[in-house]
């Protein structure tokens, strides 16, 4: 299984992740959106985030979790490389409220050690999409 | 791509119809305005989201493209459409994350010869002066409240605050502080990210450059607009930053459950939106006014640090505002439909307003030739100045191009190009660049994007903006 893989787009990054669980998918996800800015090669993980957000479906939560590293990002002055994701369903009825808790590595951002790339302005919601074939996979389209 | 001309009905050589039945629940046709030789360059996926922006309630005339058209997210880039106050919406899919990223043109007293020698000197100044690229902070440290003033009054609180005069105002579109700011609709993520970061250029396509003016299309315009051949001028190119991304971000999310709410069909999520009048519509525009004046504020700022730079460097240069528009954005505007004055939602994204004389909106500096319209060419290549005509109001809701519009992806201009050859490429044509990464300069070479005098040849013919004034770079600062 590949974890990520970009597509092309003529102004933006789009990519789709995969996983064997929702966990796992939304777990590359991020790694996808994190590698568009910064070589993952070129962080330590030194220090961690924790994250946690609730949303009436899956795909909201998504939203919001790919969105929540746009803004760490920018205001922790940190780069991420890993990212631990789990999941709990939180009432009875499928789809009643998803709780996501993450624990996300990284470092403070050091401009001599770090290979930036684009700056990722934000999450869109342009033909994003989740679906579950053998996998678990996640479409973005990052707004650069 | 040669299929989908098929398609397109043509109007005239600069506009083809995409017709009503080219996809399910248009509501009214769709109009891209380019020429026969940028038609080729149109992707069939912009295509597509000319006709999503189609099938929204309340959409008056035409769902349009300007000439530099190209794929976005829910609207294409290039998009402008129009809905109507009783029975419209508004979306965030037609303004954007970057809320009001637009251009300031700034013209000075100085003569080429006299800067050209001190370029390279200035550039590193004005890199040094404005902070730009990839997580990069302010020099200005705002407070909570001084925040909140930028919100409500954009370039007006930058003015109270000492960053440039009273009269740039007034060489502002919307006077750099759009009317209908609501605070209470921006997060504390929102103002977390949008802190720190005023008064600072981000990075991307976004740039301050110095220009020499190479030729002047109308004469009597340009001295209207105060500009002549062999001028030096400065362009800043910039957005409202992470405050305007987060601000789109949580309202996208409630505009989102909206549309489940008020029961709106959206061929795209992006487009999620909210019928005009509603609270969700009503708390967007609120939130999305407070980023518009923000960038307002930080183009205000930029500009001020631009004449400090070059009043230590050459004393005694003035800097004026020629004019300052915003491409990023929804406005409530009047316009004719049918004959009758109507009060419409005009979107645009990535497009320029372009009013024409008869507007009360231009300023009186320029209320005898219609507002300058400020076109940025890419890295490398020409900008451009035109003057908005009247014609713009009957083709295109008052509305041009913003650029020159991508053609190629920033995956395949990382393969094609390295950012050191881009940079003496650009060297060796006399234009000084400089960046935080070289990464970004191939990104952003001159080859992604189309060309941009052909974009603006479009404007041109069409009536919507005639050209005045063409200006090539000398040297550029990247994020």
Known sequence: ?144 | MDDISKNLKKIDDNTYEVPIGYRPGMRVPGRIFVSSSLREMVEPGTIDQVANVATLPGIVKYSMAMPDAHLGYGFPIGGVAAFRENDGIISPGGVGFDINCGVRLLRSDLSAESVQPRINLLLDALFQAVPSGLGATGRLHATDAQLTEAFLSGAKWAVEEGYGFEADLTHCEESGHMQGADPAQVSIKARKRGRPQLGTLGSGNHFLEIQRIEEIYDEAVAKKFGLFKGQITIMIHCGSRGAGHQICTDHLDVLSRAVKKYNIAIPDKQLACAPLGSPEADHYFGGMVCAANYAWANRHIIAHWTREVFEKYLPGSKLDLVYDVAHNVAKIEEHEVDGKKEQLYVHRKGATRAFGPSRREVPDAYRAVGQPVIIPGSMGTSSYVLCGCDRSSELTFGSACHGAGRIMSRSQAIKQFKGTDVKSALNMRGIVVKATSPGMLAEEAPQVYKPSGDVVDVVHNLGIATKVARMVPLGVSKG
């Open chain 1, 1 to 144: 299984m590949i974890a990520f893989e970009y597509l092309e787009h003529t102004a933006d990054i789009m990519f789709r992740a995969y996983g064997s669980t929702q966990e796992e998918m939304l777990s590359h996800a991020a790694s996808a959106l994190f590698k568009a800015m910064v070589d993952p090669a070129t962080i330590a993980v030194r220090e961690s985030w924790t994250v946690e957000i609730e949303a009436p479906d899956l795909e909201s939560l998504a939203y919001q979790w790919l969105s929540e590293i746009v803004f760490l990002f920018e205001t922790e002055s940190a780069v991420f490389s890993t990212f631990i994701v789990r999941l709990t369903q939180v009432g009875a009825m499928p789809d009643e409220t998803i709780k996501l808790h993450a624990e996300i590595g990284g470092e403070r951002i050091d401009l001599d050690r770090h290979a930036f790339g684009t700056e990722v302005k934000a999450v869109t919601r342009h033909k994003f999409g989740i679906k579950k074939n053998d996998l678990w996979c996640i479409q973005v389209v990052l707004d650069v």
